[in-house]
């Protein structure tokens, strides 16, 4: 009989680690905090916080994520202007990634020598263009960063498409 407290026990601790984890879902685009409703994240997912600063407008968009889509932050560049961006993640129930101290460190504004197209559309997942822009910094990369909004929240036809030049860590981080 002493082992069916040990199988209970251990029933228990495996149960735990694979419980979902609940986060809060939100969006704002004009400050460096939201709230919003918790939801029920797929097994093995964590609370994420993207933050980001716009020409000094800060932005945080809180969701459920991979733990692989942690722990970034990066820069990119367009005609339009810069976004610099932290991605960070906790794992406790409807918990907030700590907010970092903005700005993110002010990128260097020496070209670079890379020159990429930059252009944007909000009503379609491509863009093309001949305009360019002279890289800086570390954004010595060129990018198309493509937008598919679905479901209720959706905006007009939720779609869009931004070019220009960004970090190489934004680059390896892949779609967000």
Do not use: H
């Not at 609370?47 to 820069?75: F, H, L, W």
């Not at 202007?81 to 907010?99: F, Q, Y």
């Amino acid at each position: 009989m002493t082992s069916l407290p040990r199988i209970v026990s251990l029933l228990l601790v495996l149960t735990a680690k694979s419980a979902a984890l609940s986060c809060t879902e939100c969006m704002s685009l004009t400050s460096s905090s939201c709230s919003g409703s918790s939801v029920t994240c797929p097994a093995d997912y964590v609370c994420q916080a993207e933050y980001m600063e716009t020409d000094g407008i800060k932005t945080v968009i809180r969701t459920c994520a991979p733990s692989s889509e942690c722990s970034m932050n990066g820069s990119m560049s367009t005609m339009y202007g810069k976004v610099r961006t932290i991605i960070l993640c906790c794992s406790v129930d409807n918990c907030t990634a700590s907010l970092p101290s903005f700005p993110v460190p002010t990128p260097v504004s020496t070209p670079n020598g890379v020159t990429c197209r930059s252009c944007m559309s909000d009503d379609s997942t491509w863009c093309d263009t001949s305009d360019t822009i002279q890289c800086t910094g570390d954004e010595d990369m060129c990018f198309l960063r493509t937008t598919q909004l679905t479901g209720s929240k959706s905006m007009d036809d939720g779609q869009s498409a931004l070019r220009g030049c960004a970090t190489k860590s934004l680059c390896d981080f892949g779609p967000v």
